[in-house]
C-alpha cells in the first residue's frame, strides 16, 4: 500500500511546482516566508546553482527568507530598485474558496504584502489542511500594530464593528511581546465564525491610525497551487 505523503513533502511539491512554471530567466522574484515557501526558494537556489536558470534577482519577505536566499546564492535586491515585480511565491494560513488569504502567523505579514502587491503575479503554495470555507476560523488573523501604546491599539481593534466579538491576544515570544522585523508588535484576533466581510474588516483595521498592516489578503492571488492526497492542482480566480 502506497504511504500517504507526509506534510512537508505537500509543502515541497508546491514549492517546486511554483518556481519549475513560474520563474524564468531574467525575472524579478518575490521570496515569501514561512515552512512552504522555503522550499520554493530552495528550488530556486536549485536552478540558479545549475545554470537552469540565469539573470534573476529576488525579494524576500523576511529576514529568515533573506538569511536562506543569500545562503543559496540567490542575488537579493530591495524594492527601491526593483519596485515592479514579475512573480512572487509564498504560503498562507487560510485560503478561501474566492482565494482571498490570512497571513501573518509567521509574522511577516507586512513586508510580504508590500512586496506581493508589486508583483504581476502572486502565486501562492499550500497544502490542502489551509483551504477554509471563510476567513479567520482556523486560528489567528494577525494584525502588526505599533509597540507604542500597543493596549490602546488592541483595545481599539476590539471595538471595530466589522469584528465586534473577535478575542484579542498580543503575541508572546516566551515572556516578551513577539517583535517583527520591523521592530513592531503582532495583535492576533481569534473569531468563533468566519469573519463576515472581510473587505470591510479590512478597511475598518487599515483606517486605525497605530495598525500598522493586517493579514488579509483579499484579490491578491493569481493562483493558488494545492497539494492535498489526490495530488496538486491549481486554482485561479
Ligand atoms: O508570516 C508568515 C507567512 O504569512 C507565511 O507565509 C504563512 O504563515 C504560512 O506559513 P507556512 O507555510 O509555514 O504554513
Not at 61 to 79: F, H, M, N, Y
Not at 177 to 183: E, F, G, I, K, S
Request: charged letters at 25%; glycine letters at 8%.
Amino acid at each position: 500500500m502506497a504511504v500517504a505523503p507526509s506534510v512537508d513533502e505537500l509543502k515541497k511539491l508546491t514549492g517546486y511546482k511554483a518556481v519549475d512554471d513560474y520563474v524564468k530567466s531574467g525575472m524579478v522574484v518575490g521570496l515569501g516566508t514561512g515552512s512552504t515557501a522555503a522550499f520554493a526558494v530552495e528550488r530556486l537556489g536549485q536552478k540558479l546553482s545549475s545554470g537552469e536558470l540565469s539573470d534573476i534577482v529576488a525579494i524576500p519577505t523576511s529576514i529568515r527568507t533573506k538569511e536562506q536566499a543569500e545562503s543559496l546564492g540567490i542575488p537579493l535586491v530591495q524594492l527601491d530598485t526593483h519596485p515592479v515585480l514579475d512573480v512572487a511565491i509564498d504560503g498562507a494560513d487560510e485560503v478561501d474558496p474566492d482565494l482571498n488569504l490570512v497571513k501573518g502567523r509567521g509574522g511577516a505579514l507586512l513586508r510580504e504584502k508590500m512586496v506581493e502587491v508589486q508583483a504581476k503575479k502572486f502565486i501562492v503554495i499550500v497544502d490542502e489542511s489551509k483551504l477554509v470555507d471563510g476567513l479567520g476560523i482556523s486560528g489567528a488573523m494577525p494584525v502588526e500594530v505599533t509597540p507604542f501604546c500597543y493596549q490602546f491599539n488592541l483595545d481599539r481593534l476590539l471595538n471595530l464593528p466589522s469584528i465586534k466579538g473577535c478575542t484579542a491576544k498580543l503575541r508572546m515570544d516566551a515572556d516578551k511581546p513577539y517583535v517583527t522585523d520591523n521592530d513592531n508588535y503582532i495583535v492576533d484576533l481569534f473569531f468563533d465564525t468566519p469573519i463576515k466581510d472581510a473587505a470591510l474588516a479590512a478597511s475598518e483595521i487599515r483606517s486605525l491610525v497605530g495598525i500598522v498592516e493586517h493579514g488579509l489578503f483579499l484579490g491578491m492571488s493569481s493562483a493558488v497551487i494545492i497539494a492535498g492526497k489526490d495530488g496538486v492542482y491549481v486554482k485561479e480566480p
